[in-house]
C-alpha cells in the first residue's frame, strides 16, 4: 500500500467517527469505533497495525498512527477492512443512523478524499445501496408491527421442525414436522456457503455459480434481463413480471448482494457492470 492513502485512510475513519457521534453521542460514536476495530483484529491485519489516540476534539477526537509495515499490505485487502468496519459501525447505529449515513460521510470527506477511497478500492455506492435496501425493508417491518400484520415469511419456526434428513441425490437438507410433513428443503451447498461468506466477510461468487443460482431463481434471472434490456423503472418491471412486493423484495435484496444490482436512490434502482457483463455472456 503506497503511503499516500495514510491520509485518505484517517479521514475515512474519522469521517465515520464524526457521522456516528451526530446520530448518537460523542461518547457512544467513540466505544463503538474501537468496538468495532477490536472485534476485527483477527480477521483483519491492518486493524493490528494502526494506533488510535485521544486527542481532544482535533480531527474528530483522536488521531491515528500507522506501524512502518503497513505499506506492505495489499490495498484490496485494506479496503475490505474498511468497508467492515462501515458496516459494522452502521450495524451498531442503525436505528439511529436512518437513510444516508453514508451520503453523510461523502460529504464529510470531500470529492478529493472520496476519489483516493475509490482508488482505494472502497465501494461506497454498494454499502449505501445495502444500508438504503436494509433501512427500507426494517421500516416497512416495523410498519406492519406496528399495525399487527407481521409475518412469518418461512411459514414455520426452528420449533416446528422435530427432524431433518439430507437428500444426497437432491444435496438438499429436509426440514419435517411433527406429522412427518416437510416443512422445506434447504440447498445445503448454498447454505454452508452464505453461513461461511457472512462469518469471514468476503464473498466469492464465480460467474458459473451466478449463473446456477440465477437459473434456480427464474424471476430474478428475467427480472434483472429486463432491467438492462428494456431499461424500466422499478414498478414496470413490477407488474410486467407479475411479481408481488414481497418477491420483488427478495429479488433485488438477491441481486444487490450478488452485486448484479444496485440503488441509486430509495427508489431507483441501476444494473452494475457486472450485472451487464453478467447478462451479456
Do not use: C
Not at 456516528?20 to 460523542?26: C, D, F, Y
Not at 477526537?61 to 509495515?69: C, E, H, L, R, T
Not at 483516493?116 to 435496501?133: A, P, Y
Not at 448482494?257 to 455472456?281: A, C, H, M, N, P
Request: proline share 0%; aromatic share 10%.
Amino acid at each position: 500500500m503506497e503511503d499516500m492513502y495514510k491520509h485518505t485512510i484517517e479521514d475515512f475513519i474519522i469521517s465515520i467517527y464524526t457521522v456516528s457521534s451526530r446520530r448518537t453521542s460523542l461518547k457512544f460514536a467513540e466505544e463503538i469505533l474501537y468496538d468495532a476495530i477490536d472485534n476485527l483484529q483477527e480477521r483483519f491485519s491492518f486493524f493490528k497495525k494502526i494506533e488510535i489516540k485521544k486527542a481532544g476534539l482535533i480531527g474528530g477526537g483522536f488521531q491515528i498512527n500507522f506501524s512502518n509495515d503497513i505499506i506492505h499490505l495489499q490495498t484490496n485487502e485494506v479496503a475490505r477492512a474498511l468497508e467492515s468496519l462501515l458496516r459494522i459501525i452502521y450495524d451498531d447505529i442503525s436505528d439511529e443512523s436512518g437513510l444516508y449515513f453514508v451520503t453523510e460521510i461523502k460529504n464529510h470527506l470531500g470529492k478529493e478524499s472520496i476519489n483516493q477511497i475509490i482508488q482505494l478500492g472502497i465501494d461506497l455506492d454498494q454499502i449505501q445501496s445495502e444500508q438504503h435496501f436494509a433501512y427500507t425493508r426494517r421500516k416497512r417491518k416495523n410498519e406492519l408491527k406496528e399495525n399487527g400484520k407481521q409475518k412469518n415469511p418461512l411459514g414455520y419456526t426452528w420449533g416446528s421442525v422435530t427432524k431433518w434428513n439430507y437428500n444426497e441425490a437432491s444435496k438438499q437438507v429436509e426440514l419435517y414436522d411433527k406429522d412427518g410433513k416437510v416443512l422445506d428443503k434447504i440447498n445445503l451447498h448454498n447454505a454452508i456457503q452464505r453461513y461461511v461468506e457472512n462469518l469471514s466477510g468476503i464473498t466469492e461468487t464465480s460467474s458459473m455459480e451466478l449463473a446456477n443460482l440465477l437459473k434456480e431463481h427464474e424471476k430474478s434471472y428475467s427480472f434483472l434481463k429486463l432491467i438492462y434490456q428494456e431499461n424500466v423503472d422499478f414498478e414496470t418491471a413490477k407488474q410486467m413480471l407479475n411479481l408481488s412486493n414481497d418477491e420483488i423484495d427478495k429479488i433485488i435484496k438477491e441481486l444487490i448482494e450478488l452485486r448484479l444490482l444496485q440503488y441509486v436512490s430509495e427508489d431507483e434502482i441501476k444494473i452494475t457492470e457486472s450485472g451487464k457483463e453478467f447478462i451479456e455472456k
